[in-house]
């Protein structure tokens, strides 16, 4: 389950990008998460995922 909290989920899809997985879509598929929910949320705080640098910026 991903954390609930924005900032805090953040953090956690970050460290799993640069840890773990190549980009966004793999690491939804992996952790059955909704790739349009997850960029919602954490567009709600201001951040955008960067495909280049596989990373929410």
């Known amino acids: 389950m ?3 909290d924005p900032i805090i ?3 956690y ?3 799993k990008l640069r840890d773990e997985y190549s980009s966004l ?4 598929g992996a952790l059955d998460a909704d790739r349009e ?4 949320i954490l567009e709600s705080v201001n951040y955008r995922y960067s495909a280049q ?3 929410f910026i």
């Open 2 to 4: 991903l954390p609930q």
């Open 9 to 11: 989920l953040l953090s």
């Open 13 to 15: 899809v970050n460290t």
């Open 25 to 28: 879509e793999e690491l939804c």
């Open 37 to 40: 929910e997850l960029v919602r």
């Open 53 to 55: 640098r596989n990373q």
